[in-house]
């Protein structure tokens, strides 16, 4: 599927973003010949837009599409990574009080995780970084107490059953000895729910410390924990 292909989404769900109403009154909307595309009455479900490069009338009035934002925040050990915590827990969020436009986290970093956390109200490319298929490497450096051998690593980047389904393949590397133990860089092309937890627990390895260092080639840089930064065009190129 081509990249213009993936850009297009169903009409009433383009509208129902902007603000026009639910989708299922956007539907309505649709129906009743309110809504022009391209200088064209639409009346039927099914139509796909590119927002960003078709006009979109409703009612005589251009439809704006909801400005995107995408942000990079090293989050640090103590925050969860959702908009609402029911346990009162401090949400990354918090870390970030001047963006009056609702973001939500692009995939999750458990409360004793810390690192790279892209946040956005973008759900396509939410969904092509979450998304197996579309391979978005997530770099992590772990923290052990000591070396597994060699043949346990060889499991953990093989794929090993966890929660009754195989994990894809993953890259590890040693990169040093630590003063508390040792340092290994695991890439994965995936990201269950605390999963570099398990895959280590499954050889017999708790995990020290785990930090996210980068979405594809996008890293931290010189973030320290708590702060972020918008990213541009060229950065979201670098996850890809």
């Given at each position: 599927m081509s990249a213009a292909e993936e850009a297009r989404?169903?009409?009433?769900?383009?509208?129902?973003r902007a603000g026009v109403g639910s989708r299922r009154r956007?539907?309505?909307?649709?129906?009743s010949g309110r809504v022009r595309v391209?200088?064209?009455?639409?009346?039927?479900?099914?139509?796909?837009?590119?927002?960003?490069?078709?006009?979109?009338?409703?009612?005589?009035?251009?439809v704006r599409s909801e400005q995107h934002i995408y942000l990079l925040l090293n989050k640090p050990v103590g925050y969860v990574s959702?908009?609402?915590?029911?346990?009162?827990?401090?949400?990354?969020t918090d870390l970030i009080p001047n963006i009056d436009k609702r973001i939500y986290p692009v995939g999750r970093l458990d409360l004793d995780s810390e690192?790279?956390?892209l946040l956005t109200n973008d759900g396509r490319l939410t969904n092509r970084i979450l998304h197996p298929r579309y391979g978005v490497a997530k770099t992590?450096?772990?923290?052990?107490?000591?070396?597994p051998s060699a043949a346990k690593l060889k499991q953990l980047e093989q794929g090993i059953v966890?929660?009754?389904?195989?994990t894809l393949p993953a890259r590890i590397r040693f990169l040093r000895n630590r003063k508390?133990?040792?340092l290994l860089e695991v890439i994965l092309h995936e990201g269950k729910k605390r999963q570099i937890r398990k895959m280590f627990a499954a050889i017999g390895h708790r995990v020290l410390r785990l930090k996210r260092t980068a979405y594809g080639g996008l890293s931290l840089g010189t973030l320290r924990p708590g702060e972020y930064r918008s990213l541009s065009a060229k950065d979201l190129r670098k996850i890809f």
């Open positions: 989404e169903r009409l009433q769900k383009v509208l129902a956007c539907e309505e909307y649709i129906r391209n200088g064209r009455t639409v009346t039927e479900m099914g139509l796909k837009v590119d927002p960003r490069r078709d006009t979109i009338i409703f009612d005589g009035k251009p959702t908009v609402s915590d029911p346990q009162g827990r401090p949400i990354v690192g790279a956390l992590y450096q772990v923290t052990l107490a000591k070396r966890l929660d009754g389904a195989k508390n133990g040792i």
